[in-house]
Structures are given as C-alpha cells and as structure tokens.
C-alpha cells in the first residue's frame, strides 16, 4: 500500500464526507455538509485534541453553567466533541451516550443561537436531529480515507506523542482508498 501526503485537507475530508452521505442515503443542507468537514479537519489538526481532552459530562455541565453568549458555543464543542468521538472514536457501547449527550448540547446550541440571535443556524438544528446519521457519515468517511491508523499506532509503539503534529499539516491516505489498487 502506498501513502501519499494529501495538502488539501478540506478538499480531502469534504470529498469523504460527501461520499459517505451518498452511501448512507443521509440527505443534508450544504451549511451542515461544511460544518462535518469543518470538524474532520480540525480532528486532524491540533485543534482537534481539545475535542478529545475532558469527559462529555463535564462538558455538558459546563457548557450548561456558561453566561448568554457563551453557552452557545459551549454546547457547539459538547456536541462537536461528541459527534467526533461517536463517529471516529468510539466503541459501539459508547455510541449511544455520545448520541444522547451530542443531540441534546447540539438542539441546545441552536435554541440558544434563536433565543439571542433570531435565526436558528442550519446546521446545528440539522445535526440535533440527524445525530446518529451523521455518526454514521462519520465513521463511514473514516473508513474511506483509511486516514492510516496503522502510522498513528506506530508513533504510539516508538513512544513519540507527536502524531497530531504529523496530521496537522498533511493528512496521509492510501492510495488504495481512493483508486482501489494497493
């Protein structure tokens, strides 16, 4: 199999996301498309790592506790942190908890956004409602990249703790998953 550096990230995750839409017959709004591809790509950058640093429920707590203005934002990353973990991360028993926590910080989010701004962003009204859909889009997309766990795994063997700064700038695939040839 070989690997190649992929520059365009965005254009990389949006072409998997988009794919794996189509294959799990999930319809959705272009702003919501985005927003997933928005996410994909800071998973694989640095940004990514504070989607992953504390326990959803302290979040969510959190996230509830923050000031007008605040929370919405808050509950953006509950919801983003638990759309990650469920879709690229998670064990099958753990997917319902992060559904439940990522439907109800993601509705809140977009209640909160009507409530202080007028409008109701699509995305986040979409994802409230399609949450384990898109968990699915997900992990599906994560599968067609086959984003190479096995180099993640080989930083962990050699003991560097360094893997997100590899992924931050490049993104390396197979070629395989994309031409079917390894």
Same mark, same amino acid.
């Given at each position: 199999m070989a690997i190649e550096a992929c520059a365009d990230l965005r254009g990389f995750f949006q072409g998997m996301v988009l794919e794996a839409m189509r294959r799990q017959r999930v319809g959705a709004e272009a702003e919501t498309t985005e927003y997933v591809t928005d996410l994909l790509v800071a998973c694989a950058g640095t940004d990514g790592a504070a989607l992953l640093d504390r326990p959803l429920v302290w979040m969510l707590d959190d996230a509830m506790a923050c000031e007008d203005g605040v929370r919405m934002h808050a509950l953006c990353a509950t919801g983003d942190a638990a759309l990650a973990r %469920? @879709? !690229? #991360? /998670? $064990? =099958? &028993? &753990?997917? @319902?908890? #992060?559904?439940?926590? @990522? +439907?109800?910080?993601?509705?809140?989010a977009a209640a909160e956004a009507q409530r202080t701004g007028g409008g109701s962003p699509v995305a986040l009204v979409e994802l409230g409602e +399609? #949450? =384990?859909?898109?968990?699915?889009? !997900? $992990?599906? /997309? %994560? $599968? !067609?990249? &086959?984003?190479?766990? $096995? !180099?993640?795994r080989r930083y962990a063997a050699q003991g560097v703790d360094q893997p997100k700064r590899c992924l931050s700038s490049s993104m390396y695939v197979s070629t395989a998953s994309r031409d079917g040839r390894s």
């Open positions: %469920s @879709g !690229l #991360f /998670a $064990a =099958p &028993d &753990d997917v @319902g908890y #992060f559904t439940e926590v @990522g +439907k109800f910080a993601y509705r809140g +399609k #949450f =384990p859909e898109f968990v699915e889009v !997900l $992990a599906e /997309a %994560s $599968a !067609l990249g &086959d984003v190479t766990k $096995a !180099l993640v």
